[in-house]
T-cell receptor, first 111, second 113 residues
Framework: GENVEQHPSTLSVQEGDSAVIKCTYS??????FPWYKQELGKGPQLIID?????GEKKDQRIAVTLNKTAKHFSLHITETQPEDSAVYFC??????????FGAGTRLTVKP | DTGVSQDPRHKITKRGQNVTFRCDPI?????LYWYRQTLGQGPEFLTY????????KSRLLSDRFSAERPKGSFSTLEIQRTEQGDSAMYLC???????????FGPGTRLLVL
């Protein structure tokens, strides 16, 4: 089955800097890659997703890149703000099947 | 609010007791998923429904766990004879068949003493 690895497990940046979180997956058939943000005591909230037919997607300060050949995808957050502090999860799935999550990255943005 | 809702938000129980959780998906979503999340880990898939049919179950779903979605709307997850290792956050998500995006509820945090 699918295995997703996520790095780093913790990331601390200064406000205004960029943050990058990377994930690798094992199943070359996976074609859907969402990113979720989870704040303490809450469920994961979708922030951006990408499908295998595109290599990059951007939404304001957030972007995701996908390299299907290398089987890795990354989340980029620019101009970070203290409210970006949370745990971020990547996931991979074959559309129509169950989703596998990475172990999470705890992002801290220092004011 | 038209998001996914879960009830209760917190549950404390003694080992050996049975517990039941409820999930109400987004109204037009015909797919419903259950996940379990332990501290410091990502959500782990347990099972999912398309309408009222349970289409897939993880090996994590032991015979003490049962899930239902009798009318294709809300779902319940029951854990019988709870064990301390069942302590976790139980998350529900829903999606449409056409668009895979899963939207999560706030979760039910279970503590088994």
């Amino acid at each position: 089955g699918e295995n997703v690895e996520q790095h780093p497990s913790t990331l601390s940046v200064q406000e205004g800097d960029s943050a990058v979180i990377k994930c690798t997956y094992s199943d070359s058939a996976s074609n859907y890659f969402p990113w979720y943000k989870q704040e303490l005591g809450k469920g994961p909230q979708l922030i951006i997703d990408i499908r295998s037919n595109v290599g990059e997607k951007k939404d304001q300060r957030i972007a995701v890149t996908l390299n299907k050949t290398a089987k890795h995808f990354s989340l980029h957050i620019t101009e970070t703000q203290p409210e970006d502090s949370a745990v971020y999860f990547c996931a991979a799935s074959i559309i129509g099947n169950d989703m596998r999550f990475g172990a999470g990255t705890r992002l801290t943005v220092k004011p | 609010d038209t998001g996914v809702s879960q009830d209760p938000r917190h549950k404390i129980t003694k080992r050996g007791q049975n517990v039941t959780f409820r999930c109400d998906p987004i109204s037009e979503h015909n797919r419903l998923y259950w996940y379990r999340q332990t501290l410091g880990q990502g959500p782990e898939f347990l099972t999912y429904f398309q309408n009222e049919a349970q289409l897939e179950k993880s090996r994590l779903l032991s015979d003490r766990f049962s899930a239902e979605r009798p009318k294709g709307s809300f779902s319940t997850l029951e854990i019988q004879r709870t064990e301390q290792g069942d302590s976790a956050m139980y998350l529900c998500a829903s999606s449409t068949r056409r668009v895979e995006t899963q939207y999560f509820g706030p979760g039910t945090r279970l503590l088994v003493l």
